[in-house]
């Protein structure tokens, strides 16, 4: 299964989703993709590929390890790529994606979740914010309201209000609620 999402000046593509995963859960984090198009030619592209292969993480030096309190993950890198490296609260290995150097290649390497390519494609949210960082662009964790034709984003840590504020924005200042939870913002 191949498709094209697109999210104001990029273009994620997708390809070779295990044939038994009949449908799509976009990633909730990668909300504003759900408009799906054709390929733009002058739009940035960023590619999601399934091709399972073999992986050896000696061949690569560890940039870092993060544990969030729930798994860990790890970013290795060697010449020509990156190996980002996901593992459940036990320590085990369940996915593996291999990163271009730009940031424009993902490839799912290995999947030991049995989600049929669901979870890994979920978790592609997690690479694009760093993605969008080489195209003058971030991801902010927080609410995008619409008040007076123009943009505001309220972000703070999680559970400090920030849906509450923007529910008082929507309802005694007619606000508009686009995204509650990541905006994307470019530099212009």
Same mark, same amino acid.
């Given at each position: 299964?191949?498709?094209?999402?697109?999210?104001?000046?990029?273009?994620?593509?997708?390809?070779?989703?295990?044939?038994?995963?009949? %449908? =799509?859960?976009?990633?909730?984090?990668?909300?504003?993709?759900?408009? $799906?198009?054709?390929?733009?030619?002058?739009?940035?592209? !960023?590619?999601?590929? %399934?091709?399972?292969?073999? %992986?050896?993480?000696?061949?690569?030096?560890?940039? !870092?390890? $993060?544990?969030?309190?729930?798994?860990?993950? &790890?970013?290795?890198?060697?010449? *020509?790529?990156?190996?980002?490296? #996901?593992?459940?609260?036990?320590?085990? =290995?369940? @996915?593996?994606?291999?990163?271009?150097?730009?940031? #424009?290649?993902?490839?799912?390497?290995?999947?030991?979740?049995?989600?049929?390519?669901?979870?890994? !494609?979920?978790?592609?949210?997690?690479? !694009? *914010?760093?993605?969008?960082?080489?195209?003058?662009? +971030?991801?902010?964790?927080?609410? @995008? @309201?619409?008040?007076?034709? #123009?943009?505001? +984003?309220?972000?703070?840590? &999680?559970?400090?209000?920030?849906?509450?504020?923007? $529910?008082?924005?929507?309802?005694?200042?007619?606000? =508009?609620?686009?995204?509650?939870?990541?905006?994307?913002? *470019?530099?212009?």
């Amino acid at each position: 299964m191949n498709i094209s999402l697109s999210m104001g000046d990029f273009i994620l593509h997708i390809e070779g989703m295990p044939k038994d995963n009949n %449908y =799509i859960t976009y990633p909730w984090k990668l909300d504003a993709f759900k408009t $799906r198009n054709y390929i733009i030619e002058d739009k940035e592209c !960023f590619l999601f590929k %399934y091709e399972y292969k073999d %992986y050896n993480l000696n061949d690569y030096i560890e940039v !870092f390890i $993060r544990y969030d309190g729930f798994c860990e993950y &790890s970013l290795f890198e060697n010449s *020509q790529n990156y190996l980002w490296v #996901k593992k459940d609260c036990e320590k085990k =290995i369940i @996915l593996v994606f291999e990163i271009s150097k730009d940031w #424009k290649k993902c490839l799912v390497v290995a999947d030991y979740t049995k989600t049929n390519g669901r979870y890994a !494609f979920e978790y592609y949210a997690r690479f !694009f *914010q760093n993605a969008v960082l080489k195209f003058y662009s +971030i991801v902010f964790h927080g609410v @995008l @309201l619409e008040y007076d034709n #123009k943009g505001i +984003i309220i972000t703070a840590s &999680s559970g400090t209000g920030k849906t509450t504020h923007a $529910r008082m924005w929507r309802d005694y200042e007619r606000a =508009i609620i686009i995204n509650g939870d990541c905006s994307l913002c *470019q530099k212009s």
